[in-house]
């Protein structure tokens, strides 16, 4: 029994030990001076929180920066607004055309965005709304997986709850803010959370939407990360260790909403 154990653990160790592989290699390359040297790597090498001070205070990064975190955050408070409305109705309320709706929405989650991007790009270009904030926002307010998630969670409120708030005299919309959001909470962060991720690391869509490098988001950034003599790689990659931090702090603050959210949405109470 306990050499199994001690297998395990090696294992579990060796395994978390390969997936910061990565991460470990991103502080090396991110900690090389100015002339990309990796060979004086060391405690007079480690040059990290320069490369960063250099980064934060050099260029538009900062801009880049604002501009994800506006972005992300716009379309993740829009997205978790619409799939609790959206996501109740369809579960609790009854009203004509609710399971062609339904039916819509699981249609929706079949199809990619590149199917609907051209689409929505030309009548994004229709009403002038092409490099703007509304127009990298607007595209991705609602999602079909967060109204989905939402509905399937909401099938799990006691009917007899909702009813008993019926007799004595409480509006729909009073049940909804009062009952169900409180009742939803982590399907909501889960929705949320992905949410932020998905555009946290949108790149295609700025890309297409946003010449203006004003409006440009931490991906595209990135991706087009020059200097004088081509790319600078030990600044790049500074770079993205900084764009690592807020899904990170996001996802520690709300992981076990997102399990929770994943597991009893799918379980029948």
Known sequence: MRIGRSLTAVALIGFVA????????????????????????????????DNIGQIMTDGRFPRYLMNSLLIASAVSVLDVAISAAAGYALARLRFPGRAALLNLVVVALSLTPAIVMIPVFVMLSEIGWLNSYQGLIAPFAASALG??????FALG??????????????SELRIFLRIAVPLLRPALLTVLLLQFLAQWDNLIWPLIAASEQDLWTLPLALSSFEGEHGIVYHLQTAAALISILPPLVLFSFLQRYYVSGLTLGGVKR
């Open 18 to 49: 390969l997936m910061l592989l990565p991460l470990y290699s991103m502080v090396v390359l991110a900690s090389a001076p100015d002339d990309g040297d990796l060979s004086g790597l060391g405690f007079h090498g480690f040059a990290l929180f």
């Open 157 to 170: 409120i006691p009917v007899q709850m909702l009813h008993a708030a019926r007799v004595d005299g409480a």
């Open 147 to 152: 109204v989905f998630l939402v509905r399937q």
